[in-house]
């Protein structure tokens, strides 16, 4: 089946420091690639969509300096938290869609982020 | 209100039972319904999906859309311990301004008690 990864599964960092999250396809073309986070026993919240070779489109409310996305290739999608603060401690979750059909997507294992 | 509204549970059913989980939506134009399943601490897996009103089976999963109601289901027969998970409904409107954004229910937490 379509296997998606995420690098690193957990990460604990100083607050005002930039943390990098890696999401990769590992069987597939990822055509798109999105961004959700999820608070503990809350839903997924999608932060942003990301398509391979262009700029990503981020969700209402979602800072995208703050955020940044950077999908440079068919397997590949970064999310790089900027200078972290408490608040951006969550479980940051990247799925990926490509050829496998259309809307279905593919989510990794996810990234627990804290930030002290 | 909420697109989406599911029922968090948690729902506790014995093992070898039937799970009946259900969301219901507001916005009719929704085209793609997918379950997940996530265990905790983990991405969620996608179990089944579907664009028509009806039923779909896959081994012990049943999918059912009604989109008169604006309701859909899954239900897990011969349920087992290890199905002991949150599910989660998730939605699309499948358009071009939207696509690929799924709307998620809040996720309904079963326990499969030996």
């Known amino acids: 089946g379509a296997v998606v990864s995420q690098h690193p599964s957990w990460v604990i960092c100083k607050s005002g420091t930039s943390v990098k999250i890696e999401c990769r396809s590992l069987d597939f073309q990822a055509t798109t690639m999105f961004w959700y986070r999820q608070f503990p026993k809350q839903s997924l919240m999608l932060m942003a969509t990301?398509?391979?070779?262009?700029?990503?489109?981020?969700e209402q409310g979602v800072e995208k300096d703050k955020f940044l996305i950077n999908h440079a290739s068919l397997t590949l999608s970064t999310l790089t938290v900027t200078s972290a603060h408490p608040e951006d401690s969550s479980f940051y979750i990247c799925s990926a869609s490509g050829n496998r059909g259309a809307d279905t997507q593919y989510f990794g294992p996810g990234t627990r982020l804290t930030v002290l | 209100q909420k697109e989406v509204e599911q029922d968090p549970g948690p729902l506790s059913v014995p093992e070898g039972a039937i799970v009946s989980l259900n969301c219901t939506y507001s916005n009719s134009a929704f085209q793609y319904f997918m379950w997940y399943r996530q265990y905790s601490r983990k991405g969620p897996e996608l179990l089944m999906y579907?664009?028509?009103?009806g039923n779909k089976e896959d081994g012990r999963f049943t999918a059912q859309v009604d989109k008169s109601s604006k309701y859909i289901s899954l239900f897990i027969r011969d349920s087992q311990p290890s199905d002991s998970a949150t599910y989660l409904c998730a939605m699309s409107l499948m358009t071009t301004d939207s696509w690929g954004k799924l709307q998620f229910g809040a996720g309904t937490q079963v326990v499969v008690t030996p």
């Open positions: 990301s398509n391979e070779g262009s700029k990503a489109t981020y």
């Open positions: 579907t664009y028509s009103s």
